[in-house]
C-alpha cells in the first residue's frame, strides 16, 4: 500500500508528534502492544442517518487520485498526516476530508471494489477477509485533529461523509476501531455502527500483525 521506506517516514514523524503531544510513555504504548483487542465494525448507510447539525463551518471534500493536486492548497495537521496523505492518493486510494478554511481537520480514506479490480488492494482486507460489493466501501485511518477531538467536529465529519456515501450510491461502510480507545468506540456506538467481530492485534514499532496476517 505504502512504500516501506515512506511508511517508516511517516512512522518516524507520527511518532515524533505523540511524544510531543502525549509524552513519550504514551507513544511508546502506540507503537508497542500485544493482543490488543480490535473491534470490527459496519454502518447500513439504508437505515436512518444521524441529523446533521452545522455547529461550526465545515466543509467535506472528496479526493482521489485524479484529484492529487487539490491537497496543494490544503494544510494537513502535521508533517506525518502529510505524508501519509500523499501516499495513500498515489496508491490510489479515495478521501473525505474535513476542512475549515484550508486547514484539513478531520480524514476519512477509503476504498471500494473499482479499486481491487484495478488491483489496489488494502492489506486490512486480506485480514478482515472483506471482500467489498459495489456499493460498499472500506473505511480507515480515520483522523481528527487534537484540538477538535471532544468537539461536535468528529460527529459531524463522521454524519457528513456518511450522508455523502449514500448520495452517491453507497449502502454499507466497514471499519474497525480498538476497543481500548473508549471515545471513538463510544462514537461509532451512538452513529448505530453494528460490531461484526473481534480480532487480536500486535505492533513492535514498524511491524504490525493482525488476526494473525502481517501488515505491510
Known sequence: ????????????????????????KSALNEAVY???????????LNKPLPRLRQDFDMSLILLDKKELLKIEDLKFPDKARELK????????????????????IAELWWTNSLHIRDRIIHPDLIWMKL?????????????VAPEYRG???????????MHELKRIGYSKIFGWIFKDNIPSAW?????????????KGHRFFFLEMKNGKLCF
Open 151 to 161: 468537539t461536535p467536529a468528529p460527529k459531524m465529519f463522521i454524519s457528513s461523509y
Open 85 to 104: 496523505g500523499r501516499a495513500y492518493l498515489c496508491s490510489g486510494f479515495a478521501a473525505f476530508l474535513g476542512v475549515i478554511g484550508k486547514n484539513i
Open 34 to 44: 500485544f493482543n490488543r483487542e480490535i473491534i470490527l465494525v459496519a454502518r447500513d
Open 131 to 143: 471482500d467489498l460489493k459495489e456499493d460498499e466501501i472500506y473505511g480507515f485511518d480515520v483522523f
Open 1 to 24: 500500500m505504502i512504500p516501506m521506506l515512506g511508511k517508516f517516514h511517516y512512522q518516524y514523524e507520527n511518532f515524533k508528534g505523540l511524544v510531543k503531544e502525549r509524552g513519550f
Open 187 to 199: 462514537l461509532h456506538r451512538i452513529l448505530s455502527f453494528k460490531e461484526i467481530g473481534r480480532v
